[in-house]
């Protein structure tokens, strides 16, 4: 008769929590209901079209997929096929890691200077950090790297100018030797991005600094080497590991300069190039999602990296 009068006592106590549950849950909706209803769609965003995707493109990392027949598991083979039996991936590899090396610090170098420039209080300034940025905007479209193709073409503007020097140039885009620094004069044509961060760091460096750097008879040199570099290191940290991973995704203008080859002699041939050929060429979908995931795997490391070390060379202002 107890447990009886338990039970009951139970279930007239669930009964009345259930509706305070539903209570809580109106009162959390009527506070937060329009925030989740804002952020439906991002997250709608995130788990179809990013998360949803990669745990689908490492399952096929794994499998043999030519977009027809069902995947089929085939374990590590593609990515010990990747290892052992694969010079375009080496070729690949060679072409991105020299455009990383060399667009990065050129990029960086010339918006620093132009940044460096600009906040010497020249008149017009939003019109030319305006006109300075527009580069990076327009930068990663086809037309532009159309417009680039013709300007390095062997007829193109670039040879007639140096034509009226008495300089015969060569055709840049199909020679192996030229045809990297193209992508390369185009990645720091899109300085405008890291000059705009590189501003706003140098607008929080405080004069006073500068002020007394000179009483003491500091040479300009010296007060940019003593001063503004060490002040500016976590602005040069940041647009580091920005455009170093910008750097690794780089495909459009390879794509288009080289026709989607990565000629002459896969000179441009970029690692994303050559996951687009394999994945869109070739029809081979798992062994693409494994070279994928390499690349994944290799922008984590060079960023842990660049984490790692940057503790011995960025100074925070705390």
Excluded: C
Excluded at 10 to 33: D, V, Y
Excluded at 73 to 80: E, M, P
Excluded at 159 to 165: D, G, K, M, V, Y
Excluded at 166 to 187: A, C, D, K
Aim: proline share 5%; hydrophobic share 55%.
């Amino acid at each position: 008769m107890a447990a009886v009068q338990d039970s009951a006592v139970a279930i007239g106590g669930g009964a009345q929590a259930r509706p305070a549950a539903q209570g809580r849950w109106a009162s959390l909706w009527t506070k937060h209901g329009a925030g989740y209803m804002f952020l439906l769609p991002w997250l709608i965003g995130f788990f179809g079209l990013t998360l949803g995707p990669a745990i689908a493109s490492l399952y096929l990392s794994f499998t043999s997929f030519d977009l027809i027949r069902t995947p089929e598991w085939v374990g590590t083979a593609n990515y010990v096929r990747i290892a052992t039996a694969d010079p375009k991936f080496a070729a690949a590899m060679q072409v991105t890691f020299l455009y990383v090396v060399l667009s990065v610090p050129f990029k960086l170098t010339f918006a620093l200077l132009v940044a460096l420039l600009l906040d010497r209080g020249v008149k017009g300034l939003t019109f030319y950090r305006a006109l300075f940025y527009l580069p990076s905007l327009l930068g990663g479209s086809v037309a532009i790297a159309v417009l680039w193709r013709q300007l390095f073409a062997g007829d193109g503007l670039i040879n007639s100018l140096l034509a009226q020097f008495g300089i015969e140039g060569p055709s840049w885009i199909s020679h192996p030797n030229y045809s990297i620094w193209t992508l390369v004069v185009l990645s720091v044509w899109q300085f405008g991005s890291p000059m705009i961060i590189f501003l706003a760091g140098l607008r929080q460096i405080p004069t006073d600094m500068y002020e007394a750097a000179s009483l003491d008879g500091a040479s300009k040199f010296r007060q940019f080497y003593k001063i503004t570099l060490p002040l500016l290191t976590p602005v040069i940290f940041f647009n580091a590991v920005v455009q170093t991973i910008d750097a690794f995704k780089a495909f459009t203008p390879a794509f288009i300069i080289s026709g989607g080859t990565g000629g002459p002699i896969n000179s441009t041939l970029f690692y994303t190039l050559y996951l687009y050929q394999e994945a869109f060429g070739n029809f081979r979908m798992g062994y693409a999602s494994a070279l994928a995931w390499i690349l994944v795997l290799i922008i984590g490391l060079f960023t842990a990296f660049s984490f790692l070390t940057s503790r011995y060379w960025v100074h925070y202002d705390d």
